[in-house]
């Protein structure tokens, strides 16, 4: 009976969802249901005042310099502008409007207008009465120069799919979490899988097919390398630009900015991926130890091009896999750690986790099963009753290796079953066994690290870091003068280590997207779950010694990722260690906040309501986010 009637209510959340989204898309049309002129108007060139742009037969041509296009609209209602044009560069446009605001006073608003260098259209959001609009534009000299071609008014009412898609996946997640309130409120793992999965798959579709993410066209490289490994296959100049930094197919400030053009850039994009001039050849291989953190992304492009998918398809099932494999294994994670499961859940749903479960990177792997590993660690330091299980730290070891394998500066971390008290092992024979299994799996993630560097320092030199970079050299500087580096080293890492730690750096930068917003309750959130959410009788059989221990063993990730960086990308000699991101170090903030926990703040709240508080917070924080995300590329 009760399973009939949960199935019945999932019916009907589905039917709201489905009535909901229907709705949100027809309240989004309205304005152009009313507006004077429907359908696609065609400015007449007669109408346009030009400034620079000289009148052609074709058009409007701008060759070098800044130009403007004006046309005066008459108060009218503008739901898209859309400008047609040719070119050989990069569009960088700027949209000014005039409008009357609703106390009667002209204002003016500027739309900055990047363009992907591979589409010939841009369509522009306005939604409102206009009285102007003015194009400006500027062409380099030696540059192709650009030739504006029409400039058009769409009000068209349109069906838009992603804008269904988002807010059915929304509201059904809402429905999903009022049903399942009390088993949500009770397990907190099951808030994180809906909040994850809802906003999760609007951050897949929402998200461009192309360069967004932090390296994300080395990464996709990799693991398109890897989907088409033993063999090798030609792909398309535009093709290639999509696996290189140092291409204008690839510019990653120059995204679709509308639902139009995310159409336009999907189709354009497999154009050239099925018929393009296929002239560049890549050779699939499987790179090295670090392709671990690739293999799921690498196995969905193989089943999409296997199943004869677009190019967009293709890169979306990568990120999909991605996700997917996040969500489980952060399910795990949370569901095992025995404390602080709040502040993990609210680590992994902040906008920088989020971004990076769904972009091409290997730092979703390292992330969650580090944090798998330590949670099945802590799970058995802490049990009440019982021994430690053998196989559970053997399964740690096995889930920090392949955690580790993509980034071996976490490998320190791997040290954290040394910690356990003898007195939870049943014999000192297993405790030994099991310590050596530990320090082994230290031994081989730093091999992994330390080996190749020292057979050939350049190999993990980064172009990147420009001009002036010779790892073989910086390294020598490093183990020549190891008491000024300290002190580079630390001066650095001081600088750095609240932003870093507890703020933006690690929790609301998203790529090369704009970051998310909560600048300030962030950190708050962090500090008040680092003060209430260990306050736990376990945490006592944390001593102070092993805090200390934990430390150390932070504090060396740390210094293995500053090191990592300084020799890799940065110029000889340098004091300045650049390159080290915030994002970083969300391996290692669980254990820094245990380490930090205190038990003199308690919350009179029960666990459930605590729950709640903190879901809806995540919800809240990163459902604005993915909102800003949604809206400026599929809306």
């Known amino acids: 009976m009760k399973k009939s009637r949960k199935i019945r209510s999932i019916v009907i959340v589905l039917l709201v969802a489905i009535l909901g989204s229907l709705s949100i898309e027809v309240c989004a049309n ?55 044009y040719d070119t050989t560069d990069l569009v960088d446009a700027t949209i000014t409007i005039g409008f009357t605001n609703s106390m009667g006073t002209e204002e003016t608003a500027v739309i900055v207008d ?33 030739l504006i071609k029409k400039l058009q008014i769409d009000n068209r009412v349109t069906v838009n799919e992603y804008r269904i898609f988002g807010s059915a996946i929304i509201i059904f997640a809402f429905g999903i979490f009022i049903i399942n309130r009390k088993k949500i409120s ?28 932090w390296d994300e066209e080395t990464h996709f490289k990799r693991a398109y390398q890897m989907s088409i490994y033993p063999g090798g296959e030609y792909v398309s100049t535009e093709i290639d630009g999509q696996f290189r930094a140092d291409t204008l197919c690839n510019f990653p400030d120059y995204q679709p ?40 992304q690498a196995f969905a492009i193989k089943v999409a091009r296997n199943l004869g998918m677009s190019f967009d398809m293709m890169f979306l ?74 196989k559970n730290i053997i399964l740690a070891n096995i889930f920090m290796i392949i955690g580790c394998l993509p980034k071996a500066v976490y490998a320190p971390v791997a040290l954290l079953g040394m910690f356990i008290p003898s007195e939870k092992y049943k014999s000192k024979t297993k405790r030994n066994i099991l310590k050596i299994i530990t320090i082994i799996t230290f031994l081989v993630l730093m091999s992994s690290f330390v080996i190749p560097q020292m057979l050939n320092p350049n190999v993990m030199e980064d172009a990147r870091g420009g001009a002036g970079v010779d790892s073989g050299v910086q390294m020598s500087l490093v183990l020549g003068h190891p008491i000024a580096y300290a002190g ?92 080290v991101q915030g994002r ?52």
């Open 584 to 635: 970083y170090y969300r391996p290692l903030l669980w254990l820094l906040y245990l380490i930090c926990s205190s038990r003199v703040v308690t919350l009179n709240i029960s666990e459930k309501n605590y729950n709640r508080i903190i879901l809806a917070l995540c919800w809240l924080i990163t459902g604005v986010t993915t909102y800003g995300v949604w809206s400026a590329f599929c809306i």
């Open 317 to 390: 099932a990568g990120r999909l896999a991605e996700l997917l494999v996040y969500i489980f294994v952060m399910y795990w994670a949370i569901k095992i750690i025995p404390v602080g499961k709040r502040i993990l859940t609210f680590i992994s749903l902040m906008p920088t986790s989020m971004f990076l479960a769904v972009t091409y990177t290997y730092d979703t792997i390292v992330y969650s099963f580090i944090m798998l590993a330590i949670a099945i660690l802590m799970k058995e330091w802490l049990k009440e009753e019982g021994y430690v299980s053998g």
């Open 30 to 84: 309205i304005s152009a249901f009313f507006a004077k002129q429907h359908g696609i108007i065609q400015i007449d060139k007669k109408d346009i005042e030009a400034k620079k742009f000289k009148k052609k037969s074709k058009g409007f041509e701008l060759k070098d310099g800044k130009g403007k296009l004006r046309y005066n609209v008459g108060n009218e209602y503008v739901k898209k502008f859309v400008y047609s």
């Open 186 to 213: 009770k397990n907190i793992e099951y808030g994180f899988v809906v909040i994850a999965t809802a906003l999760g798959l609007i951050f897949v579709v929402a998200i461009p097919a192309n360069k967004v993410g």
């Open 257 to 296: 900015q509308s639902y139009e053009e995310k159409k336009d850039w999907n189709k354009t994009i497999d154009q050239y991926y099925k018929n393009g001039d296929h002239a560049v050849y890549e050779k699939g291989q499987l790179c090295g130890v670090y392709t671990v953190g690739l293999v799921p």
């Open 488 to 579: 580079i080293l630390m001066k650095n890492i001081l600088a750095c280590f609240a932003e870093f730690s507890f703020a933006t750096n690690s929790y609301r930068l998203m790529g090369h997207i704009q970051p998310g917003g909560f600048q300030y309750l962030i950190p708050i959130m962090v500090v008040i779950l680092i003060l209430t959410d260990y306050a736990d009788e376990r945490v006592k059989k944390i001593k102070w010694n092993h805090r200390v221990g934990i430390l150390i063993l932070l504090g060396a990730s740390v210094a293995f990722i500053w090191t990592a960086l300084y020799i890799a990308f940065n110029k000889t000699g340098t004091s300045v260690i650049e390159g």
């Open 114 to 146: 990047k363009n992907p260098i591979l589409l010939r259209k841009s369509v522009v959001n306005i939604n409102k009465k206009v009285k102007w609009i003015e194009l400006s534009m500027k062409s380099e000299p030696g540059g192709s120069g650009i």
